[in-house]
């Protein structure tokens, strides 16, 4: 699955741990149940959904690396507000990564919430993906 | 959609969906093609529809509209469709 | 004609009180217009699917109607140029067949678009600095205001100023664009409100403390539609600096945690009904006090700035004199469709989009550009669109208001009803609207016929009847004086009947006066209210007054008596 840094593909050090197979030594990203539940030590990635709370956020925040926001459909923004509040409210510095159900058009929005990575299908055309981060010279808001 | 679930009970249906290019009304004739005219359309029995509802790149929304016994438009929803607005198609102000 | 003019092309005298575009606002636009057009053309591709398109083109104000695409037009906060107005009709007769129509949001909607030209209709209307951007989508809609911002005499600060930072804050924010559910913001800067803050989702009204610093009062939750709620206050003054940060705050609450599982409750008014006004301020609070609040503050430089753009236009010095003409009806229309400006010697006048027989809230091209041209000669080239469906010439001299009534009079802009029962609101209902039950336009073209008479209509006094063709409410029926809801009963049409809504500072959800009545009886019932309300008056007393004091007993006895 192609991994975008700033409209570019780059190549994903992280690796996608299911609930039952042993962490391992490199970076691995597990879920957020398991996260919580192990509290591991060492870098590890989370993957969390868009109904997590501002609590498991802070966890979050406190002791992962790199955070995976997956989004349950291209109507559904609440990965916008999760990213934002792990960047502002929690200071997280790590890589957050967009993935589930995403679209080029929301790319500067991901970009501006505080997202670092999107992870897009296989075979995703990516010229849309790069012409939205130079689209909008100029925004109204602050961004992340 | 709640027009097709209501379709299954009409007396006949007749095929519809809005041409993506311009949103216009249309109905699926007997040959399948699309046309913008009610009295082209299909008038086919309810109990068929499962096999006639396959989505076409051309249009939106395809949905059963109910008709009544006498082949037209059951509600009043589907009467302005067919027919334009009741208040004249080029009705200004 | 057909050339739109840069606003910033027009003379400095010609430019009064409208904010213009810069250059940021242009190069935006210009950009959002060319996103659009790909967009459109991936779709037409099928690159993507309709699911994947509907929520972009709603954010671009694209909807898929019954006949036709419609695109609604934004038109921010109500305050339109004439250049703009001359753009509108272009679009009108380019793109359309020649009219749209005015919305309770202050919008302009054209019902005949098609999707291969709409990305042409969105680059035209950005020659004249005007955009559909997010005027539908579950995004903050515009943000509407008082129709008289910056003339009205009961004015304490001008709302235009903050509707425009509003509208620059929320424009394809990048957090809050996909919502549980749309969000409509109002702002009010005046004693009265006219701008029916306690029925949006976040409503503002500005004050100013002790010391005269500015601040807002904030209603959240309110909203018509399916289940109508007047809002609960969550702040009494949010400190000018503190808008964003605060907006920002309820806006995030609202995103995480709003319902999206069933759209029928996924508006914030449900958010905050389940957790109390209590429970939703707490959350409120703690995501503001964990804000980096300085990074969003309001700074009073941009403030000015902003406000900058809306100083008041260069006026003569006039006196307050009395106007009157030879001709007895031009003092009806004075007292009923002018009111007078906080400037001696100006008044804002009203124009009647409600004529007997009319479509409520339509025009033509051709009477849109005739408008302009008034505009250009007696208001300063400004107009406003009211979310009564009428426009306003804002900055007119008294002394002109013969000349000007003779030429409305000729375009059929000067029916004396404005306050009146034929001043109805009406959405577009079944005629147009995918979502609609019942048709409006019909019953509100009836309605107008059957109370022609404006000396009744006089004698009635002030009534606002409004007809919504479904439970979405776009004409505000729940608040209406008289309310008409249209409804389906097996593929025929019903109006449900309320009584006693108010939209205003005693702002009130009407009452189901009882069974609803289908199309052939929907005129009568209306009469049959009106003459029970006649009947039963007490001196001066108006339509609300007599209804608050009587209730619905005798109106349902009068309506349901033969049955």
Known sequence: ?144 | MSGTRKARRAAAVAITANRLLDGAVVWRTGTGDWSETFADAAVIAPDVLDTTLAADPLVVGIYAAALTEHATPASWKERIRAFGPTIGQDAAP | MNQALRLTDLPAHLRAGIYRYDSTDRDFLAARVEEFRDQVARRISGELTEDQFKPIRLMNGLYLQLHAYMLRIAIPYGVLSAVQLRQLAVLARRFDRGYGHFTTRQNLQLNWIKLEDAADALAALAEADLHAIQTSGNCIRNVTTDEYAGVARDEIVDPRVYAEILRQWSTLHPEFTYLPRKFKIAITGSTEDRAAVQVHDIGLTIRRDEAGEIGFRVHVGGGLGRAPVIGSVISEFVPEADLIAYLEAILRVYNAQGGRENIHKARIKFLVRDLGIDGFRALVDEEFAAMQRERYRLDPAHVAAIAARFAPPALETLADTAITDPDPAFAIWQAQNTRPNRTPGYVSVTLSLKPVGGIRGGMTADQMDAVAELADTYSLSELRVTHIQNLVLPHVRAIDLPVLWRALTALGLATPNIGLLSDIIACPGLDYCSLANARSIPVAQALSARFADLARQHDIGPLTLNISGCINACAHHHVGHIGILGVDRNGEEYYQVTLGGSATDDAALGAIVGPSFPADGIVDAVETIVQTYLTLRQDGESFLAAYRRLGLAPFRETLYAAA
């Open chain 1, 1 to 144: 699955m192609p991994l975008l840094e700033q409209g570019e593909p780059i190549a994903d050090s992280w690796i996608a741990i299911d609930d039952s197979t042993p962490l391992p030594a490199g970076q691995g990203v597990i879920s957020l149940a398991r996260f919580l539940a192990d509290r591991p030590n060492g870098p590890v990635g989370v993957r969390i959904g868009a109904a997590t709370t501002p609590e498991q956020l802070a966890e979050v925040a406190a002791r992962a690396a790199m955070v995976v926001i997956e989004f349950p459909g291209t109507k559904d923004g609440r990965g916008f507000t999760l990213a934002r509040r792990l960047r502002e409210r929690y200071g997280f510095s790590g890589e957050i990564r967009a993935a589930g159900h995403i679209l080029p058009d929301n790319y500067v929005f991901m970009s501006r919430c505080g997202f670092t990575t999107a992870a897009v299908p296989e075979g995703t055309d990516l010229r849309p993906w790069k012409q939205a981060l130079t689209r909008f010279p100029k925004v109204y808001q602050l961004s992340a």
